[in-house]
């Protein structure tokens, strides 16, 4: 199994990322797939859900209304757009099938 994270960065805040996370080695289709992070000095904390057919997702309260998980079944890739960024959100994103196996994750950092 295999979870390939991509697309972190440097931002300013109030920009815009879109990560990215290609799964293999497992039947993608039939996970929900979560996007978590973790900040220095923090536990890691779950940002977004998505059901396996994508209809579903939930999202942590600080993120709502700001963040977006998505993902293509016939890609094996679950998204995350992530607008209006803050530097409350800087952290290490990883994605996740359900806790099962991780990333090796991504930077994101929001900073003027």
């Known amino acids: 199994v295999q979870l390939v994270e991509s697309g972190g960065g440097l931002v300013q805040p109030g920009g815009s990322l879109r990560l990215s996370c290609v799964a293999s080695g497992f039947t993608f289709r039939l996970y929900h797939m979560n996007w978590y992070r973790q900040a220095p000095g923090k536990e890691r904390e779950v940002v977004a859900t998505i059901s396996p057919s994508g209809i579903t997702t939930s999202y942590r309260e600080s993120v709502k209304g700001r963040f977006t998980i998505s993902r293509d079944n016939a890609q094996n890739t679950v998204y995350l757009q992530m607008n209006s960024l803050k530097p409350e959100d800087t952290a290490v994103y990883y994605c996740?099938?359900?806790?099962?196996?991780w990333g090796q994750g991504t930077q994101v950092t929001v900073s003027s």
């Open positions: 996740s099938d359900s806790g099962r196996h």
